[in-house]
Each structure stands twice: as C-alpha cells, then as structure tokens.
C-alpha cells in the first residue's frame, strides 16, 4: 500500500519559515519524482516545486529564491523549506510521487496558513 504522510504545516507568522516533510512508503522512493502543490481556498492546485529521481529541482515563478526542496532517498523523505513566507502562501500543500507519469500518488495534505 503507498502511502504519502505530510509534516510540518501550521501557522507561520509572515517572513517566517517552515519546513514541510514527507515520509514515502510501499514505492521505490529513488525512482520516483517527487513534488510539492498547493492549493487554496478558490483556487485549483499548482504546482510548488519537485525534484527528478536524477535530483534536477524546479520551483514555481512565485517561491524562487524562498523555497527549496529536496530529498533524501536513504529515508525515502521528501522536503520543502519555506522562507520569507507571505500570506499568499497560505494553503493546503500535497506531496505527490510520481514514475513517469504512470504511476501518481498524492498525499493527503498540511495546512499552510501565514498570518499575523
């Protein structure tokens, strides 16, 4: 059985900082690409940032320079730091697995929320 499990969310004042984890079971994790999306209220879910099965790392127009993610493959963990956060990051965030586009698998999400 897969199983996704978010860590990590709460209640982040803005300007600070946040680590979200995600702990990996029943997949090959090194095989895997793995990503963070978010999705808030009203809106449909995008993408944060991923990193290949190679450890390449993308990140949306809108965190660069603020998010990074990465992954430990020993521990078959995935992570996204947040800095400098701002109330637009508030939301419900998703670790997602995915081989090639065949196999997805999605957690079931942590919320996000920034705020004074």
């Known amino acids: 059985q897969v199983q996704l499990v978010e860590s990590g969310g709460g209640l982040v004042q803005p300007g600070g900082s946040l680590r979200l984890s995600c702990a990996a079971s029943?997949?090959?994790?090194?095989?895997?690409?793995m990503g963070w999306y978010r999705q808030a209220p009203g809106k449909q879910r995008e993408l944060v940032a991923a990193?290949?099965?190679?450890?390449?790392?993308k990140a949306a127009d809108s965190v660069k320079g603020r998010f990074t993610i990465s992954r430990d493959n020993a521990k078959n963990m995935v992570y996204l730091q947040g800095n400098k956060l701002k109330p637009e990051d508030t939301a419900v965030y998703y670790c997602?697995?995915?081989?090639?586009?065949?196999?997805?698998?999605w957690g079931r999400g942590t919320q996000v929320t920034v705020s004074s």
């Open positions: 029943g997949i090959t994790f090194s095989i895997y690409d």
């Open positions: 997602n697995a995915d081989y090639r586009t065949v196999q997805r698998y």
């Open positions: 990193i290949s099965s190679s450890g390449s790392t």
